[in-house]
């Protein structure tokens, strides 16, 4: 089979790129990240008004990461069975409301029986529920409505939302809490959750797959279980996604360490001042906002020119081992400046990775991406519950040197592991026929 026929098979088979879906896909996810991160913005005003120790305030930010890793896998089986446009509605609209009932801790009939933390404890908690849907639905919307051979770029827009809102949200929020305090700038992000869902409300995207486009429209308004389907089997069935997966759990312990600990790494290992640090640790994510979509990009062109197996597969192994390489050679250098660099470039190219495995997630999953993202993405978030704990406790014991050095290590292996994903054929006529009505 050439590469061309191997990539026009199946449900994706049209050039047709809904740019206006992945462009609601892009702003919703990114609304979704900003209200999960305006906490960490807000962090110095909150503690000081409840009083709320550092130790305190990380068991405010693990709350968040216990509901959205715990709910990956349900809210993935969820994804594959509504609408794209009631489930983000819904979803945004739940994110408004849940970030604004944060400003009224302390005030709120609820305050008198619990204390403010374990109000604020519950509705980060709630919150992380809500938004663990986010990516694996993202992904299912991919896999029925975007072509097969766009969407490691298309998955690759959506995620970049990560370096935008990371980098987008201390600027937004952090002068208005200043200003005027922490809840105005919780409010300022409840806000454009809510204008997310009012969007999706008045002007949703085209949401018609290439199959329903090609019906009349009254079969169109079918259901989908009567739609003429060629079943897709489970990716929870297929060795090759079970290979995806543990890539992308250790993919997600080694992003983990760049997120929690290159601020701490700076400050205390290559003496910067907290203020150049804080700006240095801003610099990996800004790099992001164009490695991730690029990295989509050059996977989407590899499998045109060499076919989804080893098309998929190139962008994921050469970044992953060149970023163990050079963050060793970063970790080892004598230069301060060298070993920002190495950090840096380390950063984007793990992070560049993030196309590819969604755009092989799609391939593997079908219409069951919902189910199949979700489980991906809750491999990703159990290796960064693992790797904030690990990386101080060998930094401790054998030095920064050696801990980056087994980063380094898993990052190869995440790399060899891709070499057990084959990214087949699909079901020939799966055309988005398992898309629901939007």
Known sequence: MSPRTELDSGPSSNNHFPGRLVAFLVLTAS???LCRVDVTVVAPRLMAEFQLSQTQMGELFSAFLVGYTAFQIPSGWVADRM???PLFLTLALGWALVTAELTATGWSPFSAVLSPLLVLLLLRLFFGILAAPTYPAAGRAIAVHVPARLQGR?????LASIGLSSAVTPLLLGPVSVRWGWRPAILIAASLAGLTALLWWLTPPETASPLTRRMGSSEARKPASRLPTTPWPSPLSQRSFWFLAASYTLQGYVGYVFVFWIYIYLVHVRHFDLLNAAWLTALPWVCTLI???????LSDWAAGRWGARWGRRAV???ALVLASAILIGGARADSAKLAVLGLTLSTAL???TEGPFWASMNQLSGPHSGTGGGMMNFGSNFGGVISPITTPWLASRLGWGAALSVTSLLAVLSALLWLGVEIGRPPEDHAGSEALPS
Do not use: E, H, Q, W
Request: hydrophobic share 60%; aromatic share 8%; no cysteine.
């Open 316 to 318: 994921p192994m050469l």
């Open 350 to 352: 793990v992070l560049s």
């Open 31 to 33: 609304r979704a990240y």
């Open 83 to 85: 609408a794209v446009r």
């Open 291 to 297: 490695a991730i979509p690029l990295g989509g990009v």
């Open 154 to 158: 298309a998955n690759g827009f959506v």
